[in-house]
């Protein structure tokens, strides 16, 4: 698997830790958490501060400690998130799909920029040009995120059913490159398969929990938005990503309670 980025760890610490912290954890403690992951603590300190920039984390000090605390952007999303991630709910074909389409001007074009990364960063598809294309669980999702952008002026939403004409699952194959993404998911299981056999013969059991916990929700928070989590019924057979599904589901159950200890144990030493 690609080697995991810094700030992607620090995302990680924030959503697990921080919520039940007051909404803060102090440098020293990202520091030295993240060197359990072998992080190097330069570029821990390195990527908070590009973190502080783009307005996700927010400069705090506690009992004259310096720490940092998440935006209320960055709270709002990482709800958001908690849902697709910890739950990945699957649609089912009475669901229909949700069609975004969108007219944004030239002199804007660094906003139409903007909302087709993010679409595609929610797992949307292109079904044609200008047409984008999830399964109508995402709708919700879709809404929100267009008026947090300040873009409903220039987008239309619609959820639809395919009547005609093809195959819907050839269709689908189309608009979204599946092949990707079961490879994705395959690196996933490949990587983390063996974690329980780890955890099992640790002799410090939080910590090596810890170890593998972070990064491995790490590596997934990003597959179940890779994954927009269409119906089982339009995806090919043997879908690995099942698999993948159920081995977090496993990992979560396992290991999330003694990394939790871990964490904590640091947080307050």
């Given amino acids: 698997m690609p080697e995991i980025a810094p700030r992607q760890l620090i995302l990680t610490l924030y959503g697990l830790y921080a919520r039940e912290e007051h909404n803060?954890?102090?440098?020293?403690?990202?520091?030295?958490?993240?060197?359990?992951?072998?992080?190097?603590?330069?570029a821990v300190r390195s990527s908070i501060s590009r973190l502080k920039r783009r307005g996700v984390l927010e400069a705090l000090k506690v009992e004259r400690t310096a720490g940092y605390s998440l935006s209320p952007g960055a709270l709002e999303l990482l709800r958001e998130g908690d849902v697709r991630i910890f739950s990945h709910?699957?649609?089912?074909?009475?669901?229909?799909?949700?069609?975004?389409?969108?007219?944004?001007?030239e002199s804007e074009r660094d906003r139409r920029h903007a909302l087709r990364s993010t679409l595609g960063?929610?797992?949307?598809?292109?079904?044609?040009?200008?047409?984008?294309?999830?399964?109508?669980?995402l709708?919700?999702?879709?809404?929100?995120?267009?008026?947090?952008?300040?873009?409903?002026?220039?987008?239309?939403?619609?959820?639809?059913?395919?009547?005609?004409?093809?195959?819907?699952?050839?269709r689908v194959a189309e608009w979204w490159d599946l092949d990707a993404i079961e490879s994705e998911y395959n690196e996933f299981v490949c990587h983390f398969q063996d974690a329980p056999k780890r955890f099992a013969a640790a002799a410090d059991g939080p910590k090596t929990a810890f170890?593998?916990?972070?990064?491995?929700?790490?590596?997934?928070?990003?597959?179940?938005?890779?994954?927009?989590?269409l119906p089982f019924e339009l995806l090919p057979e043997g879908w690995i990503g099942s698999r993948a599904e159920n081995l977090f589901a496993d990992l979560d159950a396992l290991l999330r309670r003694p990394a939790r200890e871990h964490a904590i144990r640091t947080i307050h030493s």
């Fill in 211 to 229: 170890e593998i916990y972070v990064p491995m929700l790490t590596e997934w928070r990003r597959l179940p938005y890779r994954d927009p989590g």
């Fill in 139 to 170: 709708h919700e999702h879709a809404v929100r995120t267009v008026e947090r952008m300040g873009l409903t002026g220039y987008v239309d939403l619609f959820i639809a059913h395919h009547r005609a004409f093809g195959d819907l699952r050839e």
């Fill in 121 to 137: 960063e929610m797992g949307f598809g292109t079904a044609a040009p200008g047409v984008w294309v999830a399964p109508g669980t």
């Fill in 24 to 42: 803060w954890l102090s440098v020293a403690s990202v520091v030295k958490l993240l060197s359990d992951v072998d992080v190097d603590p330069a």
């Fill in 89 to 105: 709910p699957r649609a089912r074909l009475a669901d229909g799909f949700v069609l975004v389409i969108f007219s944004i001007p």
